[in-house]
């Protein structure tokens, strides 16, 4: 045991939030051990991503499996195997069902390209540029069982560049990668303190 927090990583896309969780766990500024990355896009980037560390990283397709709860299940149990005690998702773009939630009841934690309760799904980002918005944002929040809902960690603006989806979710990536370390590290710590 290093006393360090075992988290898994769900990711569905290009993973830079994954990898700059895995830069902060090295360079000591996130107190936490991503034991595992899961992904249920076999090629996807974060696979690759994924590749230049030594971390355990698990495909996993839901069409395999009879139904989302044998998928979860069968989650749960590598989960378990591993002794992860947090999700932490990023860019992982599927609703997380009852059998998964009840195993992490709390314990699972979303990062979202707005200033929800605003455009919560998919392309947010286009959904903020199509609203004509001038700031939009990212949000952490712990996951219930609805969509990018659950209750809030943490939220910082963004401006809109020039109504440029590209550059918009570049000055959005920039945020999400410094937001979302420095709120898994105060969340773990006020758990570590409320342990002790
Ligand atoms: C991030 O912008 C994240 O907020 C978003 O997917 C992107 C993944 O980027 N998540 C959602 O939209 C969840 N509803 P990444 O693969 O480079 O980390």
Request: charged share 20%.
């Amino acid at each position: 045991m290093n006393g360090k927090t075992k988290i898994a990583v769900f990711a569905s896309g290009s993973g830079s939030n994954f990898e700059a969780l895995e830069f902060a766990c090295r360079e000591g500024e996130l107190d936490a051990e991503i034991t595992l990355v899961m992904t249920d896009k076999p090629a996807s980037f974060v696979v690759e991503r994924a590749r230049q560390t030594d971390i355990r990283t698990v495909a996993l397709e839901p069409k395999a499996f009879p139904s989302k709860q044998a998928f979860e299940e069968a989650l749960i149990a590598i989960l378990q195997d591993e002794g992860v005690e947090w999700i932490v998702l990023a860019g992982y773009m599927r609703l997380i069902g009852p059998t998964l939630l009840a195993a992490y009841p709390s314990r699972i934690v979303n990062i979202h390209p707005s200033l929800l309760p605003s455009f919560p799904g998919k392309d947010a980002i286009g959904q903020a540029i199509a609203h004509g918005v001038k700031v939009t944002g990212v949000t952490v929040h712990l996951v219930d069982e609805g969509m990018d809902t659950g209750p809030i960690l943490a939220q910082a603006p963004v401006q809109v560049v020039d109504g440029n989806p590209e550059l918009t979710a570049k000055a959005i990536h920039a945020v999400e990668h410094v937001l979302y370390k420095e709120t898994l590290q105060s969340l773990f710590t006020s758990e570590t303190k409320s342990k002790a």
